[in-house]
């Protein structure tokens, strides 16, 4: 079983709809989460920090983390053609060496208009 | 901005050529990385540094080799650059909170 696990898509919705991204992990080490935005032919974007268990809002964004499911998600409100990207989900166990992130390889979204 | 930049952001280098990529950093952060970004595999921790001098081995290091001499500057060099090194490789640095963040990448194709 991979560390992160992540449906690559392709997800393609229209203008306004409600997006939902996903991942799961087996490391019950990990507490730190991210969602990332990758343009096409760009570096990914931090988007969302989440630590631990809980939820976070940043306007039409909310992370979601269950530890115990070991399960991730990321909800996108009002979506826009701009937010048509590639979302990488991502974790670490945080502390020292443990910086360094394990990523999901990502989901393309398509918001048509 | 990330207040990253790497170079060459775009190469085409011949199989058996040594290749070295830089980034740079301006905002005297501690910790860096090298990422590599495949189809089908996603990025993946080649090499990282928490601090001059001090490097360490990622998940998919064999063929490559780092160095950092100054803590705004972090080399990846292929030694011997072979068809399965062609993709984009990303540079990253760790803010404050665990938070990190990725340079524009460099193109590298290995013909």
């Known amino acids: 079983q991979k560390e992160v696990e992540q449906d690559p898509g392709p997800l393609s919705v229209p203008e306004g709809a409600i997006v939902s991204l996903n991942c799961t992990y087996s490391?019950?080490?990990?507490?730190?989460f991210m969602w990332y935005r990758q343009y096409s032919r760009k570096g990914p974007e931090l988007l969302m920090y989440t630590y631990s268990s809980g939820n976070k809002e940043d306007g039409r964004f909310t992370a979601q983390v269950d530890k115990s499911s070991k399960y991730i998600s990321l909800f996108i409100r009002d979506s826009q053609p701009s937010d048509s990207a590639t979302y990488l989900c991502?974790?670490?166990?945080?502390?020292?060496?443990?910086?360094?992130?394990?990523f999901g390889k990502g989901t393309l979204l398509t918001v048509n208009p | 901005d990330a207040g990253i930049t790497q170079s060459p952001r775009h190469k085409v280098t011949e199989t058996g050529t040594p290749v070295t990529l830089r980034c740079h950093q301006t905002e005297n952060h501690r910790y860096m990385y090298w990422y590599r970004q495949d189809p089908g595999h996603g990025l993946r921790l080649i090499h990282y540094?928490?601090?001059?001098?001090?490097?360490d081995k990622g998940e998919v290091s064999d063929g490559y080799s780092v160095s950092r001499s100054k803590t705004e500057d972090f080399l990846l060099t292929l030694e011997s650059a072979t068809s399965s090194q062609t993709s984009v490789y990303f540079c990253?640095?760790?803010?404050?909170?665990?938070?990190?963040?990725f340079g524009e990448g460099s193109w590298l194709t290995v013909v």
């Open positions: 991502a974790m670490s166990a945080g502390g020292g060496s443990n910086y360094k992130l394990t």
């Open positions: 540094s928490y601090g001059v001098k001090d490097t």
């Open positions: 490391n019950s080490a990990f507490q730190y």
């Open positions: 990253a640095i760790t803010r404050g909170g665990n938070t990190i963040y």
